[in-house]
Structures are given as C-alpha cells and as structure tokens.
Nanobody, 126 residues
Framework: QVQLVESGGGLVQAGGSLRLSCAAS????????MGWFRQAPGKEREFVAA???????YYADSVKGRFTISRDNAQNTVYLQMNSLKPEDTAVYYC????????????????????WGQGTQVTVSS
C-alpha cells in the first residue's frame, strides 16, 4: 500500500512558477514509477509528467520545456517544478504511483497507476 500526499499548489500569475511535492508513505517508493496528472473543470484527467525508477522522464507536449519532474528516493518524494505557467495550466494536480518491476519505464496512462493522492489546486491568473 502506498499513500500519497501532494502539496505546493496555489494561485500564481501567468509566467510565474510553482513547485509541487508528493510525499509517499511506506518503504516501497523506490519500487514505484511516479506520475503527475491534472484535471481541469469539465475536462478529463490528463497526463502531465512521469518518472521511472531510474529517473527516466516523460512529458506531455503541452508542458515540455516548462515543467520538470524529479524524485528523491531518500525522502520518498516526487516533485513537479512548473515554470512559465499559463492560464491553461489551471487544474487540480494529482500525484500517482504504481509498483513495478520495470526499472526504466513509466506509463503516461492514468489507468496504469494504482495509487493516487487527493490532489492540489493550481490556479494561474492572466
């Protein structure tokens, strides 16, 4: 079982930055691939970024070059650094985890993740 708690959301002006954190419970964090997803009002949950056990990273085209995902296995935490924020980045951001034997791959599909945090709101004003 993995429990996830996100933090770091808030209100920021367009062009600003935020760093989201996701703290994981338990001793299995290093065995998890991790992902960030977001959901805006009236829209489906969409992929943002993912990181494998060996820190291979994957990004949605809409955030590539602006967002950076990273992980700290010693702290059981995954981060999402968000720069050059745009109003269209406004959403609830969710952290997700899946226990996996694959060291190098992290999925971009939400259905492949077993554990989810409660979400943190990010609002970008124009």
């Amino acid at each position: 079982q993995v429990q996830l708690v996100e933090s770091g959301g808030g209100l920021v002006q367009a062009g600003g930055s935020l760093r989201l954190s996701c703290a994981a419970s338990g001793r299995t964090f290093s065995s998890c691939a991790m992902g960030w997803f977001r959901q805006a009002p009236g829209k489906e949950r969409e992929f943002v970024a993912a990181i494998s056990r060996t820190s291979n990273t994957y990004y949605a085209d809409s955030v590539k070059g602006r967002f950076t995902i990273s992980r700290d296995n010693a702290q059981n935490t995954v981060y999402l650094q968000m720069n050059s924020l745009k109003p269209e980045d406004t959403a609830v951001y969710y952290c997700a985890a899946v226990l996996t034997g694959n060291w190098w791959y992290a999925s971009i599909e939400p259905a492949e993740y077993d554990y989810w945090g409660q979400g943190t709101q990010v609002t970008v004003s124009s």
